[in-house]
């Protein structure tokens, strides 16, 4: 049995064009290595008809890091099995995996190449108007169809055991939950804002709340998550989204999906002052508070419709409860967006929403404000009973 | 390799023998099948010394109804499983698994012919002071160290995968949280109370809270459950208690095992007038309540210490969480006893606190206070923050 090489460009071509009809005997192929990030490497094949797919092969370690970082690469059998599994209840959004191999652990799907990154998008100061619907519809659709509303407790049950992800789960719970609220030699904290970061390290009425959301997401497998839905894992178009990087996929909350998507729309929110003109970054924002109040608002639609129409199992039919069990979904949005807001400002792994601002006060004050808001969001969560009000609440926040 | 075959005298003998020291070379073996259930062959092996051990086989069907309703009979290492892990952490309390095969589908252990079941205890009038406290150290032992407060996530993963018990989940789905609220052929309604009954098919609000309790029970894998803790679970003598039967367990709400318990002493509480005289019923339900305030006392104080000394996860460290994860504990399992209360009147498996009561009419009365009863602390569940309110409303209840 052959084992675990990193694969070369000709290693890559070779992969794809053994598991893929596209590219005919003839053709010429070609490829190159491109993007990548902490834990893959990633090639374009393409060959002289143009025509290309991508090879995303996981590295055993975070590059980053180093081998002294050592990462399981089951992850990219939960990444290819995720986004199936989400492929057939939302098609449109979901990036096309045509091949998994687990001892290269590579795949081998869809080339989005006239695609854009969401986040860059929105960084650019873009008004995409589909991307709110879409991946509502995206998420509502892959959430309730992996939910106990539709999955019989014996086929849910062997799911939970099919994606328990447990390594890439803890990087989650350590830098999402654990290491902000602590001096933690993880966090990555401009000395501008230390002082304001050092405030999370001793506040006991905030601790208490992340702690119970912490413990939703190791104990509440409600559905399958894409796990890191945050906005340079969506790629745009002029008329289509798709979500990609599924590997920190696991059944979890529902709440934290959506929270996470919520929490990098407010992060791009809080950073247009350090990317836009006054009048723009007001204009950008007024766009990304619409684009947030969809989200919640098509997305409800669509998951009642959903729990209405296709709810599987009788006794979770009421509509009473449903209306409740969105409820809390939308509190728990809430407070996962809230966290990702204050790992991003003072964890380990930052976005590019804050950290190119160039101009260094301008990204303190984004940064405080984030934090700011990231703690209101996290203790009010059960408190914000409708979209408005959340949105009430940003706009209240904006001064520090 | 050989294949499951259900167990004569002689089999259990020689299976007994094999599997324990206990029985010397030349010790005469005898043995005799006894109780068993609807579920299982049970045999008492005992040699002329007078040394026993019990052999427990799994049936593959539910006797009751035969072969057309068969059953895992992976149950049996669930069971063996489950009662090792906790003795572990209770040994006092957990009956002693020698040994399980699972090809027989067999477990062998210590013998409690010294003890005496529980449920019968009670209803003979009998008042055991060291129930509560020694169920509730148990309870809280063994729900704590198999919690997230204590297992790191990727065993906590493992050990949900490892103990998923789809097909002994599915009774309890069905026959605690669904069939109940509907008019389901499982149903096993005596027809003087058919009225009331048929209130909670029609019964919206109620459904609701049903629905969430259900959905947690589904989806809070908080703890390795007994999972069927209710009082024929537990065998007690002068001394001591030990708790068996644990072919229901997996990682659940921990309220679920305390609001088993809860709701079959209350079960008993109700039955009192349908075994005592009236001043016997007076004093067994004075003692009863104060088991159950005990019950709780005991639990929240042994749970809170180890949670404050033996927290393993930083993150879950916070006091004021603790203290706000502990209100939960209470709120589910009174949700959880009104469940108990409801599907022992009206589900499919009655129990003999109400069955033996000979008089119908007092046997009506009984029954008709658990369905009231039951649905008020399900409705009032997250009402009730303390002890003395439950027990409170278990008085104010007593009338029809």
Request: aromatic share 8%; net charge negative.
């Amino acid at each position: 049995m052959s084992e675990y090489k990193a694969f070369t460009t000709d290693a890559a071509i070779a992969f794809a064009d053994k598991h893929s009809e596209l590219f005919g005997e003839h053709s010429k192929l070609s490829a190159e290595e491109f993007g990548g990030d902490n834990l893959h490497l990633i090639f374009r094949v393409e060959n002289d008809k143009g025509t290309s797919l991508i090879v995303k092969q996981a590295l055993p370690y975070v590059r980053s890091v180093g081998e002294s970082w050592p990462l399981t690469t089951d992850r990219t059998r939960i990444e290819a099995e995720v986004l199936k599994m989400h492929r057939r209840f939302c098609p449109k959004h979901s990036v096309d995996v045509r091949y998994f191999d687990p001892v290269d652990c590579a795949i081998l799907m869809e080339d989005l190449n006239a695609y854009r990154i969401v986040r860059s998008e929105l960084i650019a100061g873009k008004k995409p108007g589909h991307l709110a619907l879409q991946i509502a519809n995206y998420m509502a659709n892959t959430l309730f169809y992996t939910s106990d509303f539709v999955l019989s407790g014996a086929t849910k049950k062997a799911e939970v055991a099919r994606f328990l992800n447990p390594e890439m789960c803890l990087i989650t719970e350590d830098l999402l939950f654990t290491d902000p609220y602590c001096n933690h030699e993880r966090n990555s904290i401009e000395p501008s804002i230390l002082e304001k970061a050092k405030t999370l390290w001793h506040d006991e009425a905030l601790k208490a709340e992340v702690a119970a959301l912490k413990a939703d997401f190791l104990s509440k497998p409600q559905a399958l998550l894409h796990g890191n839905l945050h906005s340079s894992s969506i790629f745009i178009d002029d008329d289509n989204c798709k979500v990609i990087a599924a590997e920190f996929g696991f059944f979890g909350p529902i709440g934290f999906d959506v929270g996470s998507l919520l929490g990098n729309l407010l992060l791009n929110y809080l950073a247009c002052p350090g990317h836009h003109a006054l009048e723009d970054s007001s204009e950008q924002q007024t766009y990304l508070l619409q684009q947030i109040e969809q989200l919640w608002q098509q997305f409800s639609e669509v998951f009642t419709e959903l729990m209405r129409t296709e709810t599987q199992d009788p006794a979770l039919e009421s509509g009473l409860y449903q209306s409740k069990f969105l409820q809390q979904i939308l509190s728990d949005s809430i407070g996962y967006a809230g966290c990702e807001l204050i790992r991003r400002t003072v964890g380990m792994a930052h976005t590019a929403d804050f950290e190119s601002i160039n101009d260094a006060s301008t990204r303190a004050t984004c940064q405080r404000l984030a934090i700011k808001l990231g703690r209101e969001l996290i203790m009010q969560r059960a408190e914000l009973s409708n979209i408005s009000q959340l949105l009430t609440l940003v706009r209240y926040q904006q001064t520090e």
